[in-house]
């Protein structure tokens, strides 16, 4: 992979020490870190918005069967049940 060299103004300096100590953290170099940044922002802006009816379900693992109707619950009481 060819890298480049840059230099970037105005970042914010607490922005910075949490990327650089995450990136210590992580056994990353700045470098690195900052790559996976962009490319995690630059995915999230290519991804493109459906249509509410092509949403798929999501399997949010075992013990979660009933997390809908557990909101509902938490959200509305026993209401929307007796309707």
Known sequence: MKTTQI???????????????AAIKSKLTVGAALNIAIETWLSSLRKTKGKLSELKPTDWGPGTEHTSEEIDEILYGNSWQSS
Not at 7 to 21: G, Y
């Open 7 to 21: 230099t970037v103004k105005e970042v914010d300096q607490k922005t910075f020490q949490e990327l650089k100590a």
